[in-house]
């Protein structure tokens, strides 16, 4: 019961965090419902398939249930999103500014010109910042209030970085601490793209077997196996699982190999 507690009250953070104006109490009733409705559907695809309740019941229960912790989880994976988007142009954003501060351009300006810039979800945030600092809050609380908005641990570090400089000022080169740090942020992304393309034969390797060879093998046995053995599977069984479980298969395989990759590989 605490732990329950404990996620509904994360729950509750992420969905502030997102800016949703809904309570939690009325997301979570929104997820109850949809729930229910996957419930439904997989009873009634079940019956229109097979004629075991039990089974069906497990099954339909099993959907529900995934579909309930599927939507209690989407906010927490799009803040993670989230982060791995700033992420992805952090490091050029930080490049750009640390150019502008060395050239003598104040700090509010060097922002706004990343602000103003296409460096997607990182522009929009550090645009908000800057409207929030217009309003009467400082510069390195915006900054901060950002950080909370997303939960990015390399954009709190360089927010730590660009509020040391802001507060102290005055140094030659201010941007050549943010350069170091760019550079290193490039430096992480080159070496997860390495990793990903070490990983990349092993994972179409992966994908050819469940695409191409274990459909082969299982219609093979079933219209072989069938001429002189008792296989086991009714004609719509055998259609439902090559028009739908297969495709459902290849299409889960390939969702996760792409969650797999770096979000600086994606266009």
């Known amino acids: 019961m605490k732990s329950m507690d404990t996620a509904i009250r994360k729950l509750e953070q992420d969905l502030l965090s997102l800016g949703e104006k809904k309570p939690v109490k009325g997301y979570l009733a929104g997820a109850a419902k949809i729930s229910v409705l996957a419930f439904i559907l997989a009873w009634l695809l079940w019956n229109l398939f097979f004629s075991a309740p039990v089974e069906g019941i497990a099954f339909s229960a099993l959907c529900g249930t995934c579909a309930f ?15 791995r988007l700033i992420e992805k142009h952090l490091p050029f954003a930080l490049m750009q500014l640390s150019v502008e501060l060395n050239i003598g351009i104040p700090f509010e300006k060097a922002l706004s010109s990343i602000a103003e810039s296409d460096y997607g979800v990182l522009s929009i945030e550090l645009k908000r910042a800057l409207i929030e600092s217009r309003s009467g809050v400082s510069v390195t609380e915006a900054l901060a209030r950002m950080c909370e908005r997303n939960r990015s641990r390399l954009l709190s570090r360089s927010v730590a970085q660009l509020a040391s400089i802001y507060e102290k ?12 740090l760019a550079k290193e942020l490039l430096s992480r992304q080159k070496a997860e793209a390495k990793e990903f393309y070490g990983k990349a034969a092993v994972y179409s390797l992966a994908f050819i077997v469940v695409s191409a060879i274990v459909p082969a093998l299982f219609q093979a046995f079933v219209m072989v196996g069938s001429s002189f053995m008792e296989t086991g599977f009714e004609p719509e069984q055998v259609l439902l699982i090559v028009a739908l479980l297969f495709p459902l298969t290849d299409a889960l395989l390939l969702f996760s190999i792409k969650a797999r990759m770096p979000e ?3 266009q």
Request: glycine share 14%.
């Open 69 to 83: 912790v599927f939507i209690f989880g989407r906010p927490k994976a799009r803040l993670e999103r989230k982060a």
């Open 169 to 180: 000022g005055g140094k030659k080169e201010p941007g050549e601490a943010i350069r170091s």
């Open 264 to 266: 600086s590989m994606r």
